[in-house]
């Protein structure tokens, strides 16, 4: 019990142990719910973390996926304009053949009025300029080796020295191949005839 005096009043607090123990109670509960609180807290804050970092690696993912999906669409587009492009000079090659098949004949071929040769050797000229602005050039494989992955053969003829044996003797259709980007493919084998010796 605690007593005060004051000159105007005399009062007096009693403090009992009951009350202390209720008081020092419900501070200790207090306690125990905020530590439980800070607790939920923590697990709540890491659990966010976890959903921060597994967001952070889908987007990565996501990223990464998106710019393969790209890389892919922007290859498959330059093979279809490299297809396309194939596919116009093939479409062009039978000109290309009539124009050589029409020079090749030199009887007809000086028969002609020598304006009109000029003009069909103009015109060819524009054409083949057309086919080596696609990068593309005629394969004229005589006196090479026999290949059969680049050249077709139609016939044989007869030889007399063995080094022509299986060699390119003459060359029916001419093949055309095109480079782009540093590649050189195969447009058309060349149709060709090879050397085999007499038996």
Excluded at 10 to 19: A, G, L, P, S, Y
Excluded at 94 to 115: T, V, Y
Aim: overall charge negative.
């Amino acid at each position: 019990m605690v007593h005060e005096n004051n000159e105007d009043t005399d009062i007096e607090v009693e403090t009992t142990n009951e009350e202390t123990g209720f008081e020092e109670t419900e501070l200790a509960e207090e306690e125990e719910q905020g530590k439980d609180k800070i607790k939920k807290l923590k697990t709540k804050i890491a659990q966010l973390e976890d959903d921060k970092k597994q967001l952070q690696d889908d987007l990565q993912r996501a990223k990464a996926e998106f710019l393969n999906v790209r890389k892919r669409l922007e290859e498959e587009r330059t093979r279809d304009r490299v297809r396309a492009r194939m596919q116009h000079v093939e479409e062009m090659l039978p000109l290309c053949d009539s124009f050589q098949m029409a020079m090749n004949d030199k009887a007809a071929w000086e028969k002609a009025d020598e304006a009109w040769r000029k003009g069909v050797e103009g015109i060819h000229m524009q054409l083949m300029g057309i086919l080596s602005a696609y990068g593309v050039k005629a394969v004229d494989p005589t006196g090479e080796h026999f290949d059969p992955n680049r050249h077709e053969a139609i016939g044989t003829e007869k030889v007399d020295d063995t080094k022509l044996q299986d060699t390119v003797v003459s060359v029916v259709q001419r093949g055309y191949e095109m480079t782009q980007d540093g590649k050189t493919e195969l447009i058309r084998p060349a149709r060709v005839t090879t050397g085999t010796l007499d038996d």
